[in-house]
């Protein structure tokens, strides 16, 4: 297993940075960047207060090393904790109404994570999220063919506090050295994003992306929540939400957590159905305020 860092301290001066104004960006806009760079950040969604009571939560949930290092911790399924304060950001309205408008569809959360960047991690290798097959780390429930994961930071992202990392358009790519599979330590377009604690990044879960090292002297954490469309289900049968779990959720929660087997399919299509419609704004370009 390769434990190298993926980049050193020194390479971080001259590092790609992205320079996108997120604050100023319309929704159109965001779901542009979205839909074709892979990834947004969406500027403080979390409040001071807020982001102190989920840090305190969080400080009581026990972690798991990955494998590659006892540096990088996490611990899954936050959302069936005693966590009320983490918990809640799954129905934060305001990414929720994004979410709404990016798919059109009913939300479902399919993880909620805690992910702990602490001092010495080496990075986190360049991945996607997607695993259209299914795989030994993801499972099946990877081979939704739609999903974003939102990453809401609790620390401020600095060069030296592992920022998030991501190759732009690299989810568009139908070459080999785009296979989902695929990983790699580091890359020559790769991009460095930095952000105010209370901030979310939000990929795509095809976009190539990782974090960089932790140089600095502090943790960097963050609440990790995905979601898809309804219509977009696994591959095959995942182990659903035990239901007397999903019972004692805040009710504007619950609706998040329906079957994680939810699918809208129509396998039988035919070559033209009836009453087929002319006009589709979602996948028109002006979704992205686009003219035609």
């Known amino acids: 297993m390769d434990v190298s860092f993926a980049n050193t301290r020194e390479s971080l001066a001259t590092a ?66 005693n966590s009320p304060g983490a918990i809640s950001v799954i129905a934060l309205p305001a990414m929720i109404e994004f979410l709404q408008t990016l798919f059109g569809d009913e939300l479902i959360c399919t993880s909620c994570a805690l992910a702990v960047s602490q001092p010495g991690h080496p990075g986190i290798a360049i991945h996607t999220d997607a695993q259209p ?60 994003v930095t952000c105010r604690a209370g901030s979310a990044v939000i990929i795509n879960q095809k976009v190539f992306h990782a974090n960089y090292p932790n140089f600095s002297e502090s943790d960097r954490r963050l609440l990790a929540i995905a979601y898809r469309p309804q219509w977009a289900g696994p591959i095959g049968e995942v182990p659903d939400h035990d239901q007397e779990k999903v019972a004692r959720l805040p009710a504007d929660v619950r609706p998040f957590f329906r079957s994680l087997n939810s699918r809208m399919i129509d396998y039988d299509v035919p070559n033209r159905p009836d009453n087929m419609a002319r006009h589709a704004p979602g996948i028109s370009p002006e979704r992205w305020g686009a003219s035609h």
């Open 133 to 192: 097959y299914g795989s030994r780390i993801f499972g099946l429930a990877a081979s939704s063919p739609c999903l974003v994961r939102v990453l809401y930071y609790l620390d401020d992202l600095t060069p030296e506090r592992s920022p998030f990392k991501v190759i732009p358009r690299s989810h568009l790519s139908l070459h080999t050295d785009g296979n989902p599979y695929r990983r790699y330590l580091s890359h020559d377009d790769e991009v460095m």
């Open 16 to 81: 790609r940075r992205a320079t996108t104004d997120w604050g100023t960006l319309t929704t159109a806009e965001r779901i542009r960047s979205l839909e074709l760079d892979g990834y947004v950040v969406i500027p403080d969604l979390l409040d001071a207060a807020r982001l102190d009571v989920i840090r305190r939560e969080m400080a009581e949930l026990p972690t798991t090393a990955v494998d590659y290092s006892e540096h990088q911790r996490g611990c899954n399924n936050v959302q069936w904790t």
